[in-house]
């Protein structure tokens, strides 16, 4: 087995960071082999794409080899569109969204929406997403809207009852994909 290197993209607002500490920590007590990232992004509570853009760009360039990024709400649409508009500087191995918000018209109104164009652009890795169906922070409608523009053969989509995410953690296919304990 492979190490794995994990970079965790935690979700934004007020005590975003710790609220998502806990995924890190049940992922990092089942991890077989390797480590996680977890940076806490500026400024959380009012999330800004460039700033975010350039801490997620060192993280990943202080990573040697490959990397899987995980990434949840608002983190995981940064991610999204920084690798659609970008070209990444470490070789990414499989992309793992959970609850991602659709920014744009119909979804989130915030300054940092993709054009149509970037939604055609391919992704370095396969994708999985995740979302669940009573999330109150990113609504179900979300993840009705970001996944028509990704039908690609290499993506994934799950939905889950429920908003606990320690325990729809625990059920996803990203546990046995990051090689971890049984």
Not at 109 to 136: N, S
Not at 148 to 155: A, C, E, K, L, N
Request: negative net charge.
């Amino acid at each position: 087995m492979t190490e794995a290197t994990v970079l965790f993209i935690q979700g934004g607002g007020a005590g975003a960071y710790e609220e998502d500490h806990r995924l890190v920590e049940d992922l990092s007590s089942r991890l077989e082999r390797g480590n996680i990232i977890y940076p806490k992004m500026p400024d959380e509570d009012n999330p800004d794409y460039d700033s975010w853009k350039s801490a997620i760009a060192e993280e990943l360039t202080g990573i040697s080899g490959g990397v899987l990024l995980v990434a949840h709400s608002v983190g995981a649409f940064i991610v999204l569109k920084y690798l659609l508009e970008n070209e990444p500087n470490r070789h990414i191995t499989g992309l793992f969204f959970i609850a991602t918000p659709f920014v744009g018209a119909g979804g989130w109104e915030l300054d940092m929406a993709l054009d149509a164009a970037a939604y055609k652009r391919p992704l370095p890795a396969p994708v999985f997403f995740y979302h669940g169906t009573a999330d109150e922070i990113v609504p179900f409608e979300h993840w009705r809207f970001t996944k028509r523009p990704f039908r690609r053969p290499f993506s994934e989509r799950s939905t889950v009852a429920g908003i606990n995410w320690i325990t729809i953690w625990r059920k996803l296919p990203v546990i046995s994909i990051l090689s971890l304990k049984k």
